[in-house]
């Protein structure tokens, strides 16, 4: 499985995982960011709070749970990094994408702050050593290495896109 022999993880993760082709974790994010990034830009800004069911989350709300669950996972990536061996703690998405503020937000706004993340996140994975990159920790419970975390956004992303693809893009 790509470069990630001898990373071990949990079960949890290797759907977004799967998803990943690329074997390189910078070119991974770099694809997937495109991939998003271009199908976002297609949609009308009034499409935004569509949601495909009662109780699914909005364009706008997916797009900021990709960003938001990005962002916690750099910060895990960071702190194992450095050898911080606090084991951190989940988090609750749905609380996150209810308490959001998503909808209230243009989709322009919300895509100027996905590319400014994303291109955080690159800097940050670019700049990590080999060393750091096969360091791990525990978060929510779960083993995780540096390496594994970015192909664990990427695929996140993908999943996430995959889903706006089949269940919102068609009915807009």
């Excluded at 790509?2 to 390189?24: I, M, P, Q, R, W």
């Excluded at 364009?59 to 990536?77: G, N, V």
């Excluded at 990590?128 to 975390?149: H, Q, R």
């Amino acid at each position: 499985m790509k470069t990630l022999k001898g990373h071990n993880f949990a079960e949890y993760f290797k759907h977004y995982v799967s998803l990943v082709k690329e074997e390189d974790v910078n070119t991974a994010l770099k694809t997937s960011y495109q991939l998003t990034k271009s199908a976002i830009q297609l949609i009308e800004e009034e499409k935004g709070t569509y949601a495909y069911a009662e109780g699914k989350w909005s364009i706008k709300e997916l797009l900021l749970h990709i960003i938001d669950t990005e962002r916690i996972f750099c910060e895990r990536a960071l702190r194992f990094s450095r050898n911080d061996k606090t084991e951190l703690p989940g988090f609750d998405h749905d609380e996150y994408v209810k308490h959001s503020g998503a909808n209230e937000r243009t989709l322009k706004s919300l895509l100027k702050e996905y590319k400014a993340q994303r291109k955080s996140t690159l800097q940050l994975f670019k700049n990590f050593t080999p060393e750091m990159m096969n360091k791990s920790g525990i978060a929510n419970g779960n083993k995780l290495t540096v390496l594994t975390i970015a192909y664990v956004i990427s695929g996140h992303e993908l999943h996430h896109l995959n889903i706006l693809n089949e269940k919102y893009l068609p009915y807009i």
